[in-house]
């Protein structure tokens, strides 16, 4: 399953004159390398489905806890090569081996809290993950060659080492792409020492001094904050279920 291309760089370009008011002295390199940064830091905190995806079925080893991150991940880029974990959707396990026909959800702890049942003695079918660096550790410590697999947002991909231009695919909704252009000229207007530019279009985005000093209890909303995801969008659509709780009422 490919990430789904929703335009380019330069359909940004733009945006990002318009935002720094028209200046002659940005060159369409720099919009793009700038831009390339400004979507990796969008991505790392907000779940897109362009760039979702479920890795391979993957076998672990009995008896070994670690395995490397790539094993889980799948090729949906635009180029053959592993994607780039950035955040896990859910993590499974089949856990009627050899028949895996059952799945369970593997949940995640923290490195600190992972560790007392890592132990070579605690086995069983794997219920916990984290991550250390570049590898997954599940625990117990599989007592079968269970299969799991991963699905997970991967970092948006660009060409390496470095963008190339205004080709670069875009892979985010159509509907951000003027915060990747507010985003992108905050940037260059912070290397351009246009600091006042460069605050107002933080503010834009993030919301006021007050909404961004109280965590978003007070003050004006930015962009990001204000915009509506996709699946917040497909959750407005499913029912609620409430439970009633009827006290007892007793006499006098």
């Known amino acids: 399953m490919a990430f789904i291309q929703t335009g380019t760089m330069a359909d940004i370009q733009s945006d990002v004159i318009d935002a720094l008011q028209g200046r002659t002295d940005v060159t369409s390199q720099t919009i793009v390398n700038y831009a390339a940064k400004a979507i990796r830091e969008l ?13 391979p079925f993957f076998q672990v080893t009995t008896g070994l806890s670690t395995y490397p991150i790539s094993s889980f991940m799948g090729s949906n880029g635009p180029t053959p090569v592993p994607d780039v974990y950035s955040m896990p959707e859910s ?34 079918i794997p219920v916990w993950f984290t991550r250390f660096g570049s590898t997954f550790q599940i625990a117990p410590n599989p007592n079968n060659p269970y299969t799991m697999f991963l699905s997970y947002q991967a970092q948006h991909p660009f060409t390496q080492p470095q963008p ?25 207007a912070v290397v351009k020492r246009w600091n006042d530019q460069a605050k107002y279009l933080h503010d834009l985005l993030w ?46």
Request: net charge neutral; proline share 8%.
């Open 43 to 55: 991505c790392e905190s907000t779940q897109f489905d362009e760039l979702r995806a479920v890795g």
């Open 164 to 188: 190339t231009g205004l080709t670069e695919k875009i892979y985010m909704p159509l509907t951000w792409y003027d915060i990747i252009a507010y985003a992108t000229a905050e940037r260059i």
């Open 207 to 252: 919301g006021d001094p007050e909404f961004q000093q109280t965590g978003g209890k007070r003050g004006r909303p930015g962009l990001v904050a204000a915009r509506t995801l996709q699946q917040e969008r497909d959750e407005g659509y499913n029912s609620r279920q409430f439970t009633p709780v009827i006290g007892r009422v007793n006499p006098r």
């Open 91 to 124: 993590f499974n396990v089949f856990v009627d081996f050899p028949t895996n026909g059952v799945i369970a959800p593997v949940r995640y702890k923290t490195p600190a809290a992972i560790s007392t049942v890592t132990a070579p003695s605690t086995v069983g």
